[in-house]
């Protein structure tokens, strides 16, 4: 198998992105903190999946999840700094969609 000669990092950083829904949750997380059930809605996807895409983006820095001590308990989740840098890119492909892309 040929070993590709693109950046590691930024092979690393597109297989990140490109996942199923990974981009939007991002993009969902840019209005600011929101619950499980919140962003659960805003998407046709399975609680499952979205478990799955949140813990994979908590494990790589970008979402935070914050557990509240209350009855039920309240778990929010938000964008790290590090997810916060992604808002122009994300914001630059929302732009360039909005011109190119019809549907």
């Given amino acids: 198998m040929k070993e590709s ?3 590691p990092k930024l092979e690393k950083a597109m297989a990140l992105i490109s ?3 990974t981009a ?3 993009y969902q997380l840019l209005n ?3 619950r499980f059930c919140e962003i659960e809605s ?7 999946l979205l478990s799955e895409r949140l813990k994979e983006l908590e494990n790589e820095g ?3 999840r914050e557990v509240f001590p209350e009855v039920p308990v309240r778990v929010e989740y938000s964008l790290t ?3 916060l840098a992604l808002a122009p890119f994300i914001k630059e492909l929302e732009k360039w969609s909005e011109s190119y892309i019809t549907l």
């Fill in 62 to 64: 970008i979402v935070t």
């Fill in 32 to 34: 600011g903190s929101q």
């Fill in 81 to 83: 700094a590090k997810g």
């Fill in 42 to 48: 805003s998407f046709p996807i399975s609680g499952r």
């Fill in 19 to 21: 996942k199923r829904w």
């Fill in 24 to 26: 939007m949750i991002i």
């Fill in 5 to 7: 000669s693109m950046c």
